[in-house]
């Protein structure tokens, strides 16, 4: 469902700033929604269950 009005948004992009343009602000917004969650996922993940917290070896207590 939320694809459908995002047909709607790039078509209106293509008309205003062209085909290239509007192809690189797509390929810029793609790689960042990429790039966000590998660089740190605790703060950019979609779901608390996908958060990690890494501690150091000494911080481990059992």
């Known amino acids: 469902m939320g694809a459908v009005p995002s047909c709607y948004l790039w078509h209106a992009l293509h008309l205003r700033f062209g085909n290239r343009n509007s192809l690189t602000l797509n390929l810029v917004l793609q790689s960042l929604g990429i790039a966000l969650p590998a660089v740190s996922p605790a ?20």
């Open 43 to 62: 703060f950019f993940s979609s779901s608390p269950c996908r958060q990690q917290v890494i501690f150091p070896p000494w911080e481990i207590t059992r």
